[in-house]
């Protein structure tokens, strides 16, 4: 079983930014891919972003696309997400997820394991 530590979430002003990490342990990654998702009060939960973990090649949401960044340390077993011009719409608990998969994943429910989440909140 894989376990994932999200860290990073905090209040930031409007056009601010973040940097969300996730750490990951428990086996090797290789053929993984790895995702960021996010859940906002009332709403089900979305892709943000996703990376391959032996290729790096990156996907991302539209919502976010040009503002966010994915990557990865494979030393350190870890996924990053940086977060530029930050909006209010962007408020929420953004969660790790790992998915044991050669191919890129955005569904929710095609990932295996997910972190405990990370609080996000973006102020006018």
């Known amino acids: 079983q894989v376990q994932l530590v999200e860290s990073g979430g905090g209040l930031v002003q409007a056009g601010g930014s973040l940097r969300l990490s996730c750490a990951a342990s428990?086996?090797?990654?290789?053929?993984?891919?790895m995702g960021w998702f996010r859940q906002a009060p009332g709403k089900e939960r979305g892709f943000v972003a996703g990376?391959?973990?032996?290729?790096?090649?990156?996907y991302y949401a539209d919502s976010v696309k040009g503002r966010f960044t994915i990557s990865r340390d494979k030393a350190k077993n870890t996924v990053f997400l940086q977060m530029n011009s930050l909006k209010p719409e962007d408020t929420a608990i953004y969660y790790c997820?790992?998915?044991?998969?050669?191919?890129?994943?955005?569904?929710?429910?095609?990932?295996?394991?997910w972190g405990q989440g990370t609080q996000v909140t973006v102020s006018s």
């Open positions: 428990g086996r090797s990654f290789s053929n993984y891919h």
């Open positions: 990376i391959s973990w032996n290729a790096g090649s990156t």
């Open positions: 997820a790992a998915a044991r998969s050669f191919l890129p994943r955005v569904t929710p429910t095609l990932y295996d394991d």
